[in-house]
């Protein structure tokens, strides 16, 4: 990679089922989907960019409850967040709160004229999920 390659901001909104994935474009300003993937190909996606020094930050979401308290998933996320830090032990992994990203996702589906039953397709609310989850945090550093 050379010196004035930009990196990019991962995020993933982890679930049993499904794993939504999105990235920033190089210069953090867009949050792109990826798509659906299981544990396995996320792991081997993200070893490949890692090796080319494309990440900046892996962000999760992290479901709350709308109080602010923990739920049984945050058990789940804090092992898999984890694994993450024990496979990518170079790169900042961070929790970025999560409870309204699927109710947004909806809205923003529904908002682009897919039929319901394209909107409910498997993985297409994980994968906007985390578009929501990474838009939000490129919102926020600006």
């Known amino acids: 990679m050379g010196p004035d390659r930009k990196k990019r901001i991962v995020a993933i909104d982890y679930g049993t089922k499904r794993i939504g994935l999105a990235e920033s474009d190089p210069l953090l300003l867009f949050a792109k989907p ?11 996606r993200l070893k490949e960019m890692a090796g080319r020094q494309e990440i900046e930050k892996i962000l999760v979401g992290y479901p709350l409850s709308s109080d602010g308290s923990e739920n049984r998933m945050t058990g789940v996320i804090d092992r898999f967040i984890e694994e993450l830090s024990i496979a990518f032990p170079g790169l900042p ?5 999560e409870h309204r990203s699927s109710r947004d996702a909806m809205q923003i589906l529904a908002a682009s004229g897919l039929s319901r039953k394209e909107r409910n397709r498997k993985g297409r609310l994980d994968t906007a999920a985390a578009c929501v ?3 939000e945090y490129l919102e ?3």
């Open 140 to 142: 926020t550093r600006r």
């Open 133 to 135: 989850i990474l838009r």
């Open 34 to 44: 990826v798509g659906t993937v299981d544990r396995e190909t996320l792991f081997s």
């Open 93 to 97: 992994v961070e929790r970025v709160d």
